[in-house]
């Protein structure tokens, strides 16, 4: 099995014909990989065949019209019977070596850009993933039930788009923007193997009944009935940006690009020399090339550091308006309805088109206020987002103290 395991559609099902026992399984940091993978299947194609089709092209065609171009204005013959007969008294080396290296980086990024997202994912949630994650599943007609202990809930199979498959394990792939189900193949029986994939041809079936009535929950529970709107799931993105991960991948991501703006000049001058035919033996070029650290190559470093930190000073605001770019995104994608929650002693129960979901206090990792939203976060970069246009004081204050009683840490920003 390679790094990266191949992701393919599941055979034609057909609808099972008797229920499935309840079953546990462990899922591991591997296996949520293969799922985000599946996910994001069809995109990631789209952006590989992309290095191919389009950047590959438009490197080697400007490239080109840069030869063209210096021939041109070099006194050449200004036809194209002209440039061809007199190709071979031109210089295409250094062209040459520049393509090549691109070219090569290019097919280098197309070859390793699942193994380096898969990379990517495994690091965002080494942390979630310390120990296998442990769930019973019950599929029957009704959904997907899952019971991860600290967190439950049914998925209707409308709420499914499709069935993939790796060697590893089975996802199924929600039609919106919720998380995929998940079910490692290890220590599961063919026989059981089998029958989920013929429940799984319920996959976007609608006609199944929705569960309706009052949330169960304590009798004193706070209970919202809300809609997430771009406003909510821009909220959402700009939490994400401004988690510590994320702030330092961005610091880390500056001075990257700080190192290699400021490497291009250097770089360009010891390409000069080394296609130059005559160029100076390099006892000779080597201490010059030094001595220009400090007569020349800092200059262009100067530059990049003070356009650099122009930008770093502008992408708070052009962050934020990305946020809402991307919250307009999610909104347009989101799954309508009418979300309702019942906040008690014993967690939080919500539903939301016919999935329900239940959480302990223990599920959340903190309680985090905003000017705008209350956030409870969970594991695996989640977060319930509560809007404070649907909450008055006492609730907000009702919420934090049932956080508190529970240990969640506090956070209160602007």
Same mark, same amino acid.
């Given at each position: ?26 899922? *591991? ?33 400007? *490239? ?71 769930? &019973? ?69 609608? *006609? ?41 991948? &961005? ?17 360009? =001058? ?18 010059? =090339? ?28 052009? &962050? ?95």
């Amino acid at each position: 099995m390679g790094v990266v395991p191949s992701i393919r559609a599941a055979a034609p099902v057909t609808t099972p014909t008797q229920s499935l026992p309840e079953f546990e399984v462990e899922i *591991t940091l591997d296996d949520w990989a293969d799922a985000l993978l599946a996910v994001h299947e069809e995109a990631q194609a789209r952006q590989r065949r992309r290095i191919l089709t389009v950047f590959l092209p438009v490197i080697w065609g400007l *490239t080109l019209l840069g030869i063209v171009s210096e021939y041109a204005t070099a006194g050449g013959r200004r036809s194209i019977a002209g440039f061809f007969g007199d190709l071979e008294k031109l210089s295409l080396m250094p062209a040459g070596i520049f393509l090549g290296i691109i070219t090569a980086g290019a097919l280098v990024a197309w070859a390793t850009r699942l193994w380096r997202l898969r990379r990517a994912i495994r690091n965002d949630l080494r942390a979630d993933f310390r120990q296998p994650l442990r769930i &019973r599943y019950r599929i029957d007609e009704d959904g997907v039930a899952s019971d991860e202990g600290v967190r439950s809930g049914v998925v209707p199979w409308h709420w499914y788009a499709r069935l993939a498959e790796s060697d590893r394990c089975l996802v199924l792939v929600a039609s919106r923007v919720e998380e995929p189900t998940v079910i490692p193949k290890r220590g599961l029986d063919p026989a059981l193997l089998r029958e989920l994939r013929s429940w799984c041809g319920l996959i976007g079936d609608t *006609t199944r009944p929705s569960v309706k009535g009052e949330l169960p929950a304590r009798a004193n529970a706070l209970r919202l009935s809300y809609v997430l709107g771009a406003a909510d799931y821009a909220a959402v993105t700009w939490r994400a940006q401004e988690l510590p991960k994320a702030r330092w991948q &961005r610091a880390k991501g500056f001075l990257i690009l700080f190192a290699i703006l400021s490497l291009i000049a250097p770089l360009l =001058f010891v390409f000069g020399w080394v296609v130059d035919p005559y160029r100076l033996p390099l006892d000779v070029a080597l201490p010059l =090339f030094i001595d220009m650290f400090g007569d020349l190559f800092w200059m262009p470093a100067l530059a990049v550091a003070v356009l650099l930190g122009l930008l770093w000073l502008a992408q708070r605001p052009l &962050r934020r308006r990305s946020s809402q770019a991307w919250g307009r995104h999610f909104a347009e994608q989101a799954r309508p309805g009418t979300i309702q929650a019942a906040i008690d002693e014993d967690g939080i129960a919500t539903r939301h088109d016919g999935a329900t979901a239940r959480f302990s206090w223990a599920s959340f990792e903190g309680f985090e206020r905003t000017s705008t939203h209350v956030f409870l976060p969970l594991a695996r970069g989640l977060a319930i987002p509560l809007s404070l246009t649907i909450l008055d004081a006492p609730a907000i204050a009702r919420i934090e103290a049932l956080a508190a009683a529970h240990g969640l840490p506090r956070k209160v920003t602007t």
